[in-house]
């Protein structure tokens, strides 16, 4: 990312708008290596922030305005409204997300003493599943934070940003991304139990490893209405568990438990539901383990079961995020390789051998742009930290 181009950006939109200093803010991305669609089940989950992310730069104005650009939507121009008028309106777009965090900071906190002049611009490619809304959140709950001063809880802007994202916006998402969006830490995994917001660091030792990350270039329409069934039969499989076993949620299960009980789910279908959300729990666990031990080939192996596992069990990946996986598995140097996020396209991760990278790159995406009919795009991520200040890095 350019921030020269960012600030010279804001300079010329808001060139003498406003008063005190321009500071600059980065929020990051984030993938999730292991622990897919147990959230919302009560299980846990491991993701981690990365480097690419959403950058903003903002200056106090000197009245109650709050004005936003987005260089990635230049086409909508500056979006504006005042800290009196904070309802959702479907014409300002993307800056709703914006809105409805300074909208439930100033419920919570009072409202601002003044408005905000605010460029942004992401590197996170759009409709990939890498949670560029709760990095947009989390940009905006930071800088309010630093700019007025007002030193709020890390934790309770997570909560506020996943707020917007179900009562404002109207996702009904759980906290995962906006808790590795404010939590991330460079070269670190996070373990997160959904249900307490218990966490705890892991090393992610990738030493002779690079992460690459495959863009499907597949957008996930299909992913909001079948994450809402998905959700919806888990819970009715976990009604009909808990009238044999005492359990607030299916993560409360190990894999003996759900085995011995799973008959009074009485339908095949929700049997496999479950069954993903209880075993994809236990391998989360069994992750963190691996990773405290350096067993990264175990890591991988239940990267790749994982995979099969929503697949098969849980049937959220499609043909595009398939062909993408079953590719990289095939390739040299390659420890495992799953979908990341809620399936139906998006991206999928990969754990490769530094120096087969480039190789990587060419031979899979030769094979899914021959199977699927376009191209599928590659970044090679880094473990980042979470969205913070960077003004005094960049002057």
């Given amino acids: 990312m350019n921030l020269q181009q960012l600030t010279h950006t804001f300079n010329s939109i808001f060139p003498v708008d406003g008063h005190g200093d321009v500071r600059i803010f980065f929020s990051p991305g984030r993938i999730n290596l292991i622990g897919e669609h147990t959230d919302y089940n009560g299980g846990h ?64 906190y009072g409202s601002l003493p003044s408005g905000l002049n605010i460029v942004i611009n992401g590197n996170i ?11 947009l959140e989390m940009l905006i709950g930071v800088m309010i934070s630093e700019i007025f001063n007002l030193h709020l809880d890390r934790l ?9 994202e179900n009562e404002f916006i109207g996702v009904n998402s759980g906290i995962m991304d906006q808790f590795a969006v404010g939590m991330g830490k460079a070269d670190y995994g996070i373990l997160l139990d959904c249900n307490t917001l218990n966490y705890e660091y892991a090393p992610l030792p ?15 329409e299909l992913a909001d209405s079948k994450y809402n069934e998905r959700r919806s039969e888990c819970e009715t499989a976990l009604s009909r568990l808990q009238t044999v076993v005492d359990i607030q949620e299916l993560g409360d299960l190990s894999e003996e438990e759900f085995e011995a009980n799973k008959q009074i789910i009485r339908d095949d279908r929700l049997i496999k539901r479950a069954k993903h959300a209880v075993y994809e729990n236990q391998r989360t666990l069994k992750a963190l383990k691996a990773l405290r031990s350096g067993e990264l080939k175990v ?9 099969h596992s929503l697949r ?34 998006g991206c999928a991760i990969a754990i490769i051998e530094c120096d087969r990278v480039d190789e990587f790159v060419a031979r899979v995406g030769q094979e899914y742009q021959e199977k699927i009919g376009y191209d599928a795009d590659f970044y090679v991520a880094s473990i980042g930290d979470g969205a913070k200040e960077i003004t005094r890095e960049v002057v």
């Fill in 45 to 108: 989950v491991f993701p981690s922030a990365i480097t690419y992310g959403t950058y903003g730069v903002a200056r106090r104005r000197d009245d109650g305005l709050v004005k936003l650009y987005s260089m990635n939507f230049p086409e909508a121009g500056v979006i504006e409204f005042s800290l009196n008028e904070l309802d959702y309106r479907k014409e300002h777009g993307w800056a709703n997300y914006a809105k409805g965090m300074i909208r439930y900071l100033s419920e919570n």
């Fill in 125 to 135: 490619p759009n409709g990939a599943g890498l949670s560029s809304s709760a990095s």
């Fill in 156 to 164: 309770e802007l997570i909560k506020l940003g996943k707020r917007v």
């Fill in 206 to 220: 990738l030493n002779g490893y690079r992460i690459v990350i495959m863009n499907t270039n597949k957008r996930r």
């Fill in 299 to 307: 890591f991988g192996k239940l990267m790749n079961d994982s995979h």
């Fill in 312 to 345: 098969d069990d849980y049937e959220v990946t499609g043909k595009e995020l398939d062909t993408l996986v079953e590719a990289a598995w095939k390739r040299e140097g390659v420890l495992g390789a799953r979908m990341t996020g809620a399936g139906f396209g």
